[in-house]
T-cell receptor, first 113, second 108 residues
Framework: DAGVTQSPTHLIKTRGQQVTLRCSPK?????VSWYQQALGQGPQFIFQ???????QRGNFPDRFSGHQFPNYSSELNVNALLLGDSALYLC????????????FGPGTRLLVL | AQRVTQPEKLLSVFKGAPVELKCNYS??????LFWYVQYSRQRLQLLLR??SRESIKGFTADLNKGETSFHLKKPFAQEEDSAMYYC??????????FGDGTTLTVKP
């Protein structure tokens, strides 16, 4: 089991563009959470998906949206990119009935110019 | 709204010395608390959670609801403990809040 995987590893976009990040959860996990981690800060919770629906959301604007597929993989979409969206985006998977111990992916580094 | 505070950005100790990484939280409900660790060039990983009450790599953490704290302790620090440590709180609705982390350096 490769654990949680994310793609791409790095991405450069310009302001106003749209981006899609992808995450495959650890085998057997049904829940995916997304985080934004700016330099020098802890991960900030964006949202969590379970059974293809957004279960919980943090304080992020509607420009941030997501999707979970029947195979539990997930996408994070960010529209109308701003310079401040530059960050490391982390995906974490867990088993909802397992007390929500999260397993993290390596992250996608997004740079908005 | 929940909040997690790690007051020390940097902590440096000598090998063999005790270490304590502080974590304070605010949450009106019943929290579930975690410590995550990130070693150099590795991904974030769970170190321990308060529910399991186990000791991992010699680290322990006790939830003190009166002081709203969940400090991480180890009696004898090792060089391999050098890493970034994050305290995190989960609500039962599935929302996670992380502190900004403490970088621990254990000097030889």
């Amino acid at each position: 089991d490769a654990g949680v995987t994310q793609s791409p590893t790095h991405l450069i976009k310009t302001r106003g563009q749209q981006v899609t990040l992808r995450c495959s959860p650890k085998s057997g996990h049904d829940t995916v959470s997304w985080y934004q981690q700016a330099l020098g800060q802890g991960p900030q919770f964006i949202f969590q998906y379970y059974e293809e629906e957004e279960r919980q959301r943090g304080n992020f604007p509607d420009r941030f949206s997501g999707h979970q597929f029947p195979n539990y993989s997930s996408e994070l979409n960010v529209n109308a990119l701003l310079l401040g969206d530059s960050a490391l985006y982390l995906c974490a998977s867990s088993l909802l009935q397992g007390g929500e111990t999260q397993y993290f992916g390596p992250g996608t580094r997004l740079l908005v110019l | 709204a929940q909040r997690v505070t790690q007051p020390e950005k940097l902590l440096s100790v000598f090998k063999g010395a005790p270490v304590e990484l502080k974590c304070n939280y605010s949450y009106s409900g019943s929290p579930e608390l975690f410590w995550y660790v990130q070693y150099s060039r590795q991904r974030l990983q769970l170190l321990l959670r308060h529910i399991s009450r186990e000791s991992i790599k010699g680290f322990t953490a006790d939830l003190n609801k009166g002081e709203t704290s969940f400090h991480l302790k180890k009696p004898f620090a090792q060089e391999e403990d050098s890493a970034m440590y994050y305290c995190a709180l989960n609500t039962n609705a599935g929302k996670s809040t992380f502190g900004d982390g403490t970088t621990l350096t254990v000097k030889p």
